[in-house]
Structures are given as structure tokens and as C-alpha cells.
């Protein structure tokens, strides 16, 4: 028993040494000498902040990382609220076909977006929406997945504080915004964090949707940088990428309690 903890302990070490490896590799990079970038020694030989500067005088990576945070925040903030209330309707209300509707949702999860995203490119630009926030935006507000777990997470809602709250007079979407939702925070977190997550991540709706420079999220302004001229410059790259990343480090830390609670949590006891 000793022997297999060990063994586990040493293997979960190198797989964190293998996570690790490249987010180090960025942050040591991002200060290092164009000659020095791909130098693999662990340490920093020629410290340099001139790729830091040459980032923000010859980037917009501020006005990319604030449409990142706009779109991002926004998406998951207006996504949780949605998800909340499809998740419950699908775990408490009585409807017709109400299992239909479940699985026609689940069957969108089936649905690779490479699939879609032609035809839901051109319903965006019908309705207008294209080269603005409202396209970067909507389209990525609705998930099948997101409904599914709120669904799983409420089927397992006691449903004694409900018919409580019922008794004291609280309409059904009284209870839900005044009761079952402030009690959703394990489910919440993680979803929060994995929905911002990819939407910060997210690069080939942004590409396809928006031609307007202004309105440029943080993955096409590194994709630029890349493929900005004859020579990659790796370490202004590099530098880049280190800048982009700390929202979601910050993000990360600010909520890591939340997230590791949200994932041992499986249901209110």
C-alpha cells in the first residue's frame, strides 16, 4: 500500500512538472534576448524588459485583452443565469415533452462546432450582428453542456427547501432567484471558470465573425504576432502571450478554493 502511494505520489509530480514545463518556459522567455529565447536552461542569462515594451508599443494587446475580458465576462455571466434556469425548468417543471426537449439539447453536444459554424455565421451576419460585440457575444452564450449539469445538479436539490419557500408564499421564480440559485455556488464555480475559460480561449469564431481591427480579442492579436512578418519575433511573442495569460492566472488564483470545493461537492447533503 506504502509502495503504490509512492508510486502515485512520484507520477502525479512528473505530470505536474510536464504541465508546468511550458507555462515556465513562457515566463523566462518573455524576458529573455531574441539570440537567448530558445535557450533551454532553466535560468535567465541576459535579463531583458525590451520585449515587454516592444509588446505594448507595437501591439494592441490592452485593447485585445479588454475585449477578451468584455466578451468573456459577459458571455459567462448571461450564460450561468440562462443555464440556471433551462437546468432547473428541465429538473422541476412539468411540460409536454419535456424529455424531448432535454435530449433534443443533449444532441447539440453531438454537433462538432466546425459543423455549424458556416450556417451560424451567416444567421449572425442576416441578423446584423457581425464585426460587433453583440456577434462575438450571443452565439457563444448558449451550451448544451452547461444545461445538462445544472439539470444533474438540481435533480439532486432538496426539494424540502422548495416546498418550504413555496409555503411561504414565494412564487416559483421567487424561489429559484431568492433560494435556489444563491445555494447553486457548486455548481456555479466550475462552470464560471470553465465557460470563461474558453471563451478567453477562443479563437476561431472571433476570426471568422470580426474584420474590424478595433474589436480584436486577445487570441487573433497573438495569431497577428505570429504572423506579422517574414521573421517571427518569439520573444515579443512570447512577452505577449505572458501578458494575455494573467487575467485567467489571477482568475485561477482568486477562486482556486471555490473551484476545488465545487468539484468535491456532487449535491447538497
Known amino acids: 500500500m506504502k509502495l503504490r502511494k509512492t508510486t502515485l505520489t512520484i507520477f502525479a509530480i512528473i505530470c505536474g512538472l510536464f504541465m508546468i514545463a511550458p507555462i515556465y518556459f513562457m515566463m523566462i522567455g518573455a524576458f529573455r534576448t531574441p539570440e537567448t529565447v530558445f535557450d533551454l536552461s532553466l535560468l535567465i542569462k541576459e535579463f531583458t524588459f525590451e520585449n515587454m515594451k516592444a509588446v505594448f508599443d507595437e501591439t494592441n494587446i490592452l485593447r485585445a485583452i479588454w475585449n477578451s475580458l468584455f466578451v468573456s465576462t459577459t458571455v459567462t455571466a448571461v450564460a450561468m443565469i440562462f443555464h440556471a434556469m433551462s437546468g432547473y425548468a428541465l429538473a422541476r417543471l412539468r411540460f ?9 439539447i443533449i444532441s447539440t453536444l453531438m454537433v462538432p462546432f466546425t459543423v455549424i459554424m458556416i450556417p451560424l455565421y451567416m444567421v449572425t451576419q442576416g441578423l446584423g450582428m457581425a464585426n460587433s460585440y453583440l456577434g462575438l457575444i450571443i452565439p457563444m452564450i448558449f451550451n448544451a453542456y452547461g444545461i445538462f449539469l445544472f439539470r444533474q445538479f438540481y435533480l439532486e436539490f432538496p426539494t424540502e427547501l422548495e416546498e418550504a419557500a413555496y409555503v411561504e408564499g414565494l412564487s416559483i421564480a421567487g424561489t429559484f432567484f431568492r433560494l435556489v440559485l444563491p445555494l447553486s455556488k457548486p455548481i456555479i464555480v466550475p462552470l464560471t471558470i470553465g465557460f470563461f475559460t474558453a471563451n478567453w480561449n477562443n479563437y476561431l469564431w472571433p476570426l471568422i465573425i470580426n474584420q474590424r481591427e478595433e474589436l480584436n480579442v486577445v487570441q487573433i492579436e497573438l495569431a497577428n504576432v505570429v504572423g506579422g512578418g517574414y521573421e517571427t519575433p518569439w520573444s515579443i511573442v512570447l512577452a505577449a502571450a505572458l501578458i494575455s495569460a494573467l487575467p ?11 473551484l476545488v470545493e465545487g ?6 447533503k
Open 96 to 104: 409536454p415533452a419535456k424529455s424531448f426537449v432535454f435530449a433534443w
Open 263 to 268: 468539484v468535491k461537492t456532487t449535491g447538497i
Open 248 to 258: 485567467t492566472f489571477v482568475l485561477f488564483f482568486l477562486v482556486q478554493k471555490q
